[in-house]
């Protein structure tokens, strides 16, 4: 399932850049307009009976049908059991404004601070961010 989903967000987003974190309670990995998990739109988690897709920016999107789940105050994210409940075309459209959200986000924090680096621009890199070797997640994981 996980690679389903995978590989139907890097038809979509294939200059984007997928950035894998390898930690206590799953193994996530998500994609960015550039290698800095700030500019991440949208991830996949991996969990123990089902995986979250979801979204950092969450909570900016208009998701009109309210499938969105979380009470945080940015991620927001659908369970996803089997690749038949994964409603792929509102899905496109959520993906399609949180990427347009993030490169819109990413100009504004380039014109504010120019000199600063902002993030570097590798395009469709799979990036290993973080690898806990102490991971505490279930082993049916």
Known sequence: MALWLREFVWKLYPNCNELVYDSYNALAF??????????????????????????????????????????????????????????????RKLLKEAHANAVARNKIALMKKPAKKIGSRPKGQTITKMTLVNKRRPNNN
């Open 30 to 91: 998500g994609w960015s307009i550039s290698d800095r998990l700030g500019d991440t739109f949208c991830s996949i988690a991996v969990m123990g009976k089902y995986l979250h897709f979801g979204f950092y920016r969450g909570v900016d999107l208009s998701d009109p049908d309210k499938i969105l789940l979380g009470q945080g105050n940015q991620y927001r994210y659908i369970k996803v059991k089997e690749q038949g409940d994964f409603p792929k075309t509102y899905i």
